[in-house]
């Protein structure tokens, strides 16, 4: 197969699928190269064990996923050994953070794409498969991997904020943002294909425009993506904490189709810890910006994220965490254990915390916030809510869906039994009646 010279008309009867892990933005990056892929001719299947092609979309964040990309790059790598596929491609971060060491220790993979290659996907397999090579196109156009109703919009990559802890910058480089008017485009190719709901992701939304335009335009593009006449909802997520105002929230209140709901990454509460991880917030100044959006925009969902266990994090420090959650009440929040990763500036830290103890304060304060967004939740009871509907569960018979207060695929979802006129990717009113911990239950109204 090396050395046969293959036509570009028996190249197109090749069936690729992939393997997607890691974040939003990933995936992304995954439906854009499924875009071209179809576009030139190619089938993309879901069943990874019936392709010829088969890409590891993979995440290299931390060692947890570094471990699962590896996982599924040898599970690939034994399909092709079965014969069962012809070629492997690895894309996403894992390349990029870990380049020499992987290619060396999986040799059956027949390219690792860096992040620059992805809009050259096409002419890769046609290298691949010693096909001459195409000229690439420039596409907005994607391939969902998720529900039709809703898709990220990636609005900038990489970063510049050099939090102590994390590798993106490495990975992704410094902080590029997208022009307003390709992003528009792209949005409206996606509404045009019936997409619902656009959640705006990048690693820091909040600085959108500032290095592409020389000043903040965040609200600039939701305001023009607003237009768009049949898009419903738009969702903010990865807005840092320092970049929110009140012109920002009030944007958020006042535009009808803004999502009521933000994601504000926050980390710690603590001075020292903060300083150490290159917050640029102190306590003080997180602290006001929660009340403010708690007494002043009551109608705003609030998610965040912390980092338990970081280095020299002592359990005084982790005691005033777990008090900051509960004044907070957030209404959603995650927590991950500290995880040590080369490259970066905490790596050389000393006074790193032990496993077992990082494990036990995940324990702790996951159960802190499991309380209250179980008090949250049944405080939903006998209200009635607008929900767009996600799916159908054909195993136990029920659609699920989610409200302007909830970002799919993150938060919970609301599940309710067909009452013989409800349609996937549409509208409905629904009553909640019950939340059974994972998610709520709701009858159509």
């Not at 996907?121 to 994607?142: G, W």
């Not at 050099?162 to 390709?182: E, K």
């Not at 302007?404 to 979802?413: A, E, I, R």
Request: charged share 30%.
């Amino acid at each position: 197969m090396t050395n046969e010279i293959m036509t570009k008309e028996k190249l197109k009867k090749k069936i690729v699928s992939a393997i997607s892990l890691g974040c939003d933005k990933n995936r992304v990056d995954l439906e854009k190269m499924f875009g071209q892929l179809k576009e030139y001719g190619f089938e993309i299947s879901d069943n990874v064990e019936n392709s010829d092609i088969v890409i590891v979309n993979t995440c290299a964040f931390i060692e947890p996923a570094i471990e699962e990309a590896i996982m599924n790059i040898i599970y690939v790598e034994d399909l092709k050994k079965k014969g069962l596929i012809e070629k492997i491609i690895v894309s996403g971060c894992l390349p990029e953070r870990n380049f020499d060491e992987i290619k060396a220790n999986f040799p059956s993979v027949d390219k690792f794409l860096k992040l620059k290659e992805n809009s050259q996907i096409c002419q890769v397999i046609e290298s691949l498969y010693n096909c001459s090579c195409s000229k690439p196109v420039k596409t907005f156009k994607r391939i969902l991997t998720n529900s039709p109703s809703f898709a990220y919009l990636k609005i900038a990559d990489g970063c510049n904020n050099a939090c102590s802890y994390c590798t993106i910058p490495r990975i992704r480089g410094r902080y590029v943002s997208y022009p307003i008017n390709d992003l528009v485009n792209e949005a409206k190719l996606l509404v045009a294909n019936g997409v619902q709901e656009i959640i705006l992701v990048a690693q820091d939304t909040t600085r959108y425009g500032e290095d592409l335009y020389g000043e903040n335009c965040l609200i600039k593009l939701c305001e023009k993506l607003s237009k768009i006449k049949d898009l419903k909802w738009i969702r903010l997520h990865y807005l840092y904490p320092e970049k929110i105002d009140k012109k920002l929230l009030d944007f958020i209140v006042k535009n009808k189709k803004m999502c009521k709901y933000i994601d504000v990454p926050l980390q710690h509460i603590d001075n020292d810890i903060l300083k150490s991880m290159r917050r640029r917030l102190d306590e003080n100044e997180t602290r006001n910006l929660i009340n403010t959006i708690k007494n002043d925009y009551p109608e705003i969902s609030l998610r965040s994220t912390f980092i338990v266990g970081y280095p020299g994090e002592n359990r005084k420090q982790f005691k005033k965490l777990c008090q900051f959650i509960k004044e907070s009440e957030f209404d959603y929040a995650g927590f991950f254990a500290y995880s040590k990763e080369s490259g970066t500036a905490s790596f050389y830290m000393k006074n790193h915390i032990k496993k077992i103890i990082k494990n036990h304060r995940l324990k702790v304060i996951k159960k802190i916030q499991n309380d209250i967004t179980t008090k949250k939740a049944m405080s939903m009871i006998d209200k009635v809510v607008e929900v767009l509907v996600d799916s159908f569960d054909s195993q136990n018979g029920e659609f699920i869906a989610h409200s302007q207060n909830l970002s799919p695929l993150v938060d919970f979802g609301v599940r309710f039994v067909d009452n013989g006129n409800v349609k996937e990717n549409t509208f409905v009113n629904v009553r909640i009646y019950d939340f059974d911990g994972s998610d709520f239950k709701g009858e159509v109204v």
